[in-house]
């Protein structure tokens, strides 16, 4: 998200520019490949987001550049804690300085870096604001109090927002990482991750994975954003497989108690075999 929204920001890329992508790249002294294997192609930004590349996102970070992509992450509030109300927050864990240089390759992509479920669901809801962050709280007003007024600020314009919604939409659209996020009637944008956990040798495991999807519903004119993590699945370590279809489930209860109405074409969700 941070990656994309900086390029897209600093006029670095537009959803429709393309790049050669090979399946592998060597990042200094880590190779980086995307989940499944494929020859070599052009994918646009728009892909890039929707198929999930890790070498794609990769390309757009270092298009970017070091420094104003700490300057993204920073501006989403990752590396510090949000002030939600509730005590014992965690402020995540950003790269040390200096960067090593495989960093650049490493971050984009979720490795060296954590972020808390709630921090996540903020920058998220951001986007769903039309770019603007506002602070998550729990208590909405204590007795006959004035109701808590959260702080606000903006992260990105809204039409840079209205773009990211746009291209997360393609997330779950056929085609997508997070087809199965579908909600029948509803419009979602969303983004599915899989995430290897840290191992005993400072490395990453390839056995022990997170599995996520995060969105935002109805994309049109959001209500809800829903963040489903499922750590060490079982079954399947993919976000979509794992993760997806709590989403569409938690997203079709909460739609339907709020009782916000449809505002998309009647389809089934998609099905995972």
Do not use: C
């Not at 509730?86 to 490493?106: F, M, Q």
């Not at 794992?242 to 079709?252: H, N």
């Amino acid at each position: 998200l941070m990656t994309v929204a900086g390029v897209l920001s600093a006029g670095v890329a537009t959803p429709r520019t393309a790049y050669t992508l090979p399946y592998e790249i060597q990042v200094s002294d880590r190779r980086i490949h995307d989940s499944h294997p494929r020859p070599t192609e052009r994918m646009t930004v728009s892909e890039i987001l929707s198929r999930s590349s890790n070498v794609g996102t990769v390309r757009l970070a270092q298009a970017l550049g070091k420094e104003r992509l700490v300057r993204w992450i920073g501006r989403f509030g990752f590396g510090r804690p949000t002030g939600i109300d509730y005590p014992g927050e965690s402020p995540g864990i950003l790269p040390a300085e200096p960067w090593s240089g495989s960093t650049i390759g490493n971050v984009p992509i979720g490795h060296g870096i954590a972020v808390t479920p709630v921090q996540m669901a903020a920058a998220y809801a951001a986007v769903a604001n039309g770019g603007v962050w506002v602070r998550p709280h729990l208590v909405r007003r204590i007795g006959e109090a004035e109701a808590v007024r959260p702080a606000r600020r903006r992260v990105v314009s809204p039409g840079v927002a209205a773009t990211l919604v746009a291209l997360l939409r393609r997330v779950v659209d056929d085609g997508g990482t997070g087809t199965a996020a579908a909600v029948t009637g509803y419009s979602v944008a969303g983004k599915t991750g899989t995430a290897a956990k840290p191992d005993e040798r400072g490395g990453y495991s390839t056995s022990r994975y997170v599995a996520s999807f995060v969105g935002l519903v109805p994309a049109s004119a959001p209500r809800l954003v829903i963040l489903v993590t499922v750590d060490e699945p079982r079954s399947a370590i993919w976000g979509n497989t794992v993760a997806a279809p709590a989403f569409a489930q938690i997203a079709s209860f909460g739609l339907q108690y709020l009782g916000v109405p449809p505002d998309a074409l009647l389809r089934e969700p998609a099905t995972q075999e």
